[in-house]
């Protein structure tokens, strides 16, 4: 199906801060292709004013009303963790496709009973994984792909973030039950996303983690060993505890270190190219990206824009988008469990792929 002869109708359902700060600007930069036609939230107040705001025609107390009512061509969603999959089913059974916010959902087997919604020609949902979508993580991803730096041999994977007792505040943080993990998933799920992206997937992981602060049932840390199936490792950390926040990459290869700092988002700024002792710097001059890019929701919808108008699956979508949420299943089978993941045990049956704390949450409720 060819999309091109009229603008996308987009639909917003979650009316909170990521919608005002990250998907209502990428829309607007995007004006000439998206028309946006409702937004729905089941606090109805906050979805008018964020009407009024933007100058949205409708708001709406529920996603259904507003399915029913304007008929989009893609949902947006916006709304906490544990709305993800309910919102994206009832999008995608409506005929539309969907964009949805990290995490993608709280388990495996949400994630995979989504994806029994999708028919091959669509509709499709797409998750948000901005910080694949900038020229540098393009252009590493092309060098590793190719070869032009060699193999990769060793990552790290940091997000090292700060989030006070206040953050916690909001009933659905810090609950394995609506939110589905601690930094893990709510926060480190963007490096680790791009990690993969650029160096595929792992085999076996080892973890720990802790709450050391946070009053949360979930970890406010956490630490793992990864073995990748390239034969590389990568550690990864993911803290809410880091006064001096930053979110760090660094890919070493038989040709180069690569490395990027940044905190919420970068540009071509933030990414390093250091070539090893043996490389002329004439070959490594060509190495950074020529083309101005940063990362960003606005650089994310583009792609998926021009897949919605071609007809075709989206960028970070099925598989594509299924492997970062597969690691964290595995990290925290590891660090609950105490012993060595392999990725090929995660499947149906496995307690994990129901739950990413493996049921021990029910467990306690029946006990108590």
Partial sequence: MNNTTRRCRVALVGAGNIARIAHLPA?????????VVGVADAEFERALALAREWGIPD????LTDMLDARRPDLVIVCTPPIAHRAAIIESLDAGAWVWCEKPPVLSLAEF??????????????????????????????????????GEPTVAVCNTLWYRDDEYFAVPWRGRWETEG????????????????????????????????RRSIETEDVSMASVVMES????????????????????????????????????????????????????????WPP???GASSHTAQLGALLQAYRAGERPPVSGADARRSLEFITGLYKSAITGSIVHRSELTP?????????????RATEAVA
């Fill in 27 to 35: 829309l607007a930069a995007h004006a000439e292709h998206v028309e």
């Fill in 59 to 62: 708001a709406f107390a529920s």
């Fill in 112 to 149: 995979d009973e989504i994806e029994s919604h999708v028919a091959p020609e669509g509709p499709y949902v797409s998750y948000v994984f901005q910080h694949r979508f900038g020229a540098g993580a393009a252009r590493l991803k092309r060098q590793i792909t190719g070869g032009e730096l």
């Fill in 181 to 212: 993990g601690g930094p893990t998933l709510g926060h480190g799920i963007h490096q680790i996303d791009l990690a993969l992206h650029l160096l595929g997937d792992w085999s076996e992981i080892r973890a720990t983690m802790r709450t050391i």
């Fill in 231 to 286: 034969g590389a490792m990568m550690s990864v950390t993911n803290s809410l505890l880091s006064p001096r926040e930053e979110s760090y990459l660094r890919f070493d290869l038989t040709e180069a270190t690569v490395e990027l700092r940044h905190v919420y988002g970068y540009d071509n700024a933030d990414w390093t190219w250091t070539p090893a002792p043996h490389v002329a710097p004439a070959v490594a001059a060509g």
């Fill in 290 to 292: 020529v083309e101005a």
């Fill in 349 to 361: 049956g496995d307690p994990f792929y129901a739950s990413l704390d493996g049921g021990r949450r």
